[in-house]
């Protein structure tokens, strides 16, 4: 069964500075999509940045971006010039190509933007 | 706008009444989820439903009945809900394509004294 695993409860960074949040998962497919999901106070779940396995690039929207390295099963979340509204859950998703609507989630690291 | 929608947003009960938490979506997805969030756990899929009449089990299905009659409903039913059942649910669609974004409702969050 595919696993993701999240090692870092908690993290904190200072406004305008770069932080990185790990995420490992294990699987036995070569293809496969991953995704970065943010939950600000509000609890609504919103989609941060995703990647097809088979993509070597890595992913890059606006400040965030990711580094996925496919044979170390690792898919970490940058986030550049942080800011106060990063301030959040971040969960680490994974999707197979089979069951295309199930995904699995990390525990979620809490990010702490500091002034 | 696109979106998913749940209600109740909260509720409390009671062990043993019988509860239904709506969900609906705007955007014709074929696609339809519940997950429940538990603190250290993340967030784990109870049932998904692939179309119309078309449901299975997720990760933690027990205690739990769907039912997906109509493409944009997917309610979540609680036939005698146990503390154990405290969380905050979420529903969510999806096209069901590859990357294809899982669109979130805004959670309920369910108490069972």
């Known amino acids: 069964a595919q696993t993701v695993t999240q090692s870092q409860p908690e993290m904190s960074v200072q406004e305008a500075e770069t932080v990185t949040l790990s995420c490992t998962y294990d699987t036995s497919e070569s293809d496969y999509y991953l995704f970065w999901y943010k939950q600000p106070p ?15 690039q890595n992913a890059t929207e606006n400040r965030f971006s990711v580094n996925f390295q496919k044979a170390a099963k690792s ?41 | 706008e696109a979106q998913v929608t749940q209600n109740p947003r909260y509720l409390i009960t009671v062990t043993g009444k019988k509860l239904t938490v709506t969900c609906s979506q705007n955007m014709n997805h074929e696609y339809m989820s519940w997950y429940r969030q538990d603190p250290g756990l993340g967030l784990r899929q ?9 449901t299975d089990k997720g990760d933690v299905p027990e205690g739990y009945k769907v039912s997906r009659k109509e493409k944009r409903n997917f309610p979540l039913i609680l036939e005698s809900p146990s503390p154990n059942q405290t969380s905050l649910y979420f529903c969510a669609s999806s096209s069901g394509t590859g990357l294809g974004e899982q669109y979130f409702g805004p959670g309920t969050r369910l108490t069972v004294t």
Do not use: H, W
């Open chain 2, 46 to 54: 109870i049932y998904y439903s692939m179309n119309v009449e078309v």
């Open chain 1, 75 to 115: 898919f970490s979340l940058k986030i550049s010039d942080s800011q106060l509204g990063d301030a959040a859950m971040y969960f680490c998703a994974y999707r197979n190509p089979y069951n295309t609507d199930k995904l699995i989630f990390g525990t979620g690291t809490r990010l702490q933007v500091f002034p």
């Open chain 1, 42 to 56: 509000s609890r609504q779940m919103i989609l941060v940045i995703r990647q097809e396995a088979y993509k070597q």
